[in-house]
Structures are given as C-alpha cells and as structure tokens.
Antibody, heavy 124, light 111 residues
Framework: EVQVVESGGGLIQPGRSLRLSCTGS????????MSWVRQAPGKGLERVGF??????????DYAASVKGRFTISRDDSNSVAYLELNSLKTDDTAVYFC???????????????WGQGTMVTVSS | QSVLTQPPSVSGAPGQRVTISCTGS?????????VHWYQHLPGTAPKLLIS???NRPSGVPDRFSGSRSGTSASLAITGLQAEDEADYYC???????????FGGGTKLTVL
C-alpha cells in the first residue's frame, strides 16, 4: 500500500526556519516526483512546489509565494523528501501536505497519493 | 482569488445528482491543459478523484465522473451519499502563472 507521511511541523517564530520531512513507503520512491501542497486555515489548497525524480534531473519548481525562501530536496536512499522553510512569515501558517506526483504535462504534475499533513504555525 | 473559479458551495439530497463547475480561461483549461479533481474531508488526506478530465482511479465509485469543454470542467456526482460531504478541488495548469493551480474549492453539503 502506498503511504506518504509528513512530520516536523510545529510552532515557530516569524523569520525562523523549519524543516519538514515526508517519508514514502509501498512504492519505489526514487522513481517518482514528490510535491508539497499547503492549506492555510479556512482557505483552499495551494501548491508549494515539487522535485522531479533523479531520472529527470531532480530539479525543483516553486510557487511564486515561496520561491527563494523554501527549498525541496530528496534522499532516495531513505525514501524521504524534505521541505525547508526559511524566513517564515505569519502567512505561511498552514497544514503542509506531501504528495506523490505524477506527470500531467511538461512542467506540472497531479497528485495521486497524499499524506495527512503536518501543521506549521508561524507566530510570535 | 484563483484563476480557476468554483462555486463556494453546492448541496443536494441523498440520491440526487449534483455538479461542480471549474471555470477557467484561455491560459489554462481553454488552452487544452488537463483537469484533475480531488476530494478532501477536513482533517484527512485529500484524495484523487478524477485524473485527466475523465479518468477514475481504481477504487473511486462510478458515481463520480468528470468532463471538460472549452474553458470549463465539471465534476458530477450521482446517487449522493452522506459520505460524499466534503470539499472538492479542481486542478489544472496556467501558462500565465507558469505553474499548476487549484480552484478555490467547493463545499458539498448532503442535506
């Protein structure tokens, strides 16, 4: 059974950094792109970014709202994807979901398996 | 405000049929980009409901169906059940934004 599990959320002060982890199981992790999507309280889903598989260069892409502040990386040997959140703002408060990503076009993916999410609260 | 517009809410009685629209423009759905749909019960993991406009992943009941035409897409749910009460999101690609986008979401209430 395919599973994706996030961890690492919590309460963090504005301007600080946090690293989220996403562990995949039940599939060959290195063969897939992985993605992060977030949902702010009372709001809808918002893409954060993705990392392609090593076969496609392991390159990353980010939403404009987080570009330059957030970094996605992966450790295929341990089936883990990471989301590093830097220079956090109160607007970054959200549940962060990790997803397995399937190619839908040249530069984008859809999400066939999701984790339950980890809450990040940015507040002083 | 998303570039993909969904009604904030829809409702229906058990057994009825409801549709949820996802209206875009010439830079997304109208440009031929595919549409995917997700179901999300708050507090749980979102679930892929429809991929590539019309395809149901294994395990998704055939009560759920998708369509795409012009600059819009729709999700139809027939034989409404209480367990269908959830938030529904469409997703596509927008060339102006150079990235995938979600619709604003639609809350389905089963009366």
């Amino acid at each position: 059974e395919v599973q994706v599990v996030e961890s690492g959320g919590g309460l963090i002060q504005p301007g600080r950094s946090l690293r989220l982890s996403c562990t995949g199981s039940g599939f060959k992790f290195g063969d897939y792109a992985m993605s992060w999507v977030r949902q702010a309280p009372g709001k809808g889903l918002e893409r954060v970014g993705f990392i392609r598989s090593k076969a496609y260069g392991g390159t990353t892409d980010y939403a404009a709202s987080v570009k330059g502040r957030f970094t996605i990386s992966r450790d295929d040997s341990n089936s883990v994807a990471y989301l590093e959140l830097n220079s956090l703002k109160t607007d970054d408060t959200a549940v962060y979901f990790c997803t397995r990503a399937i190619r839908s076009g040249t530069n984008w993916f859809y999400f066939d398996h999701w984790g339950q999410g980890t809450m990040v609260t940015v507040s002083s | 405000q998303s570039v993909l517009t969904q009604p904030p809410s829809v409702s229906g009685a058990p057994g009825q049929r409801v549709t949820i629209s996802c209206t875009g423009s010439s830079s997304n759905i109208g440009a031929g980009y595919d549409v995917h749909w997700y179901q999300h019960l708050p507090g749980t993991a979102p679930k892929l409901l429809i991929s590539f406009n019309t395809n149901r992943p294994s395990g998704v009941p055939d009560r759920f169906s998708g369509s795409r035409s012009g600059t819009s897409a729709s999700l139809a749910i027939t034989g409404l059940q209480a367990e269908d009460e959830a938030d529904y999101y469409c997703q596509s690609y927008d060339s102006s934004l150079s990235g995938s986008v979600f619709g604003g979401g639609t809350k389905l209430t089963v009366l």
